[in-house]
């Protein structure tokens, strides 16, 4: 527990970042849910109810919740890999100084 507790210490300058990631990350998993959830009363409407309209917005609304994906997924990965670099870099910091110290 104190290794975690400690490794927890490097993330903490970082948790701003962190909290960005996590929530482009929730949005991430709530378009893919949201994309399953949606086939089925939208093909029901579309093709069972003959409703053109929705043959006409569904489409839009598909690469729209594709775009929000790609965004979040982008921003997600590119936060979490930046925070892990950065800790990376004090992690070695902190054993060059204690190096030096020595």
């Not at 929530?23 to 029901?44: E, F, Q, R």
């Not at 409407?45 to 994906?69: H, K, Q, S």
């Amino acid at each position: 527990m104190e290794t975690y507790r400690r490794l927890l210490g490097y993330v903490y300058p970082y948790r701003i970042r962190l909290a960005w990631s996590v929530l482009c990350g929730m949005l991430l998993s709530g378009a893919n849910g949201l994309a399953a959830l949606m086939v089925k009363p939208v093909l029901d409407n579309i093709f069972v109810e003959r409703d053109t309209t929705g043959l006409l917005l569904f489409p839009l609304v598909i690469v729209a919740l594709y775009v929000v994906r790609g965004i979040c997924y982008y921003i997600h990965a590119y936060l979490i890999r930046w925070i892990g670099q950065r800790i990376i870099r004090d992690m070695r910091e902190q054993l060059f100084d204690h190096i030096q110290r020595l």
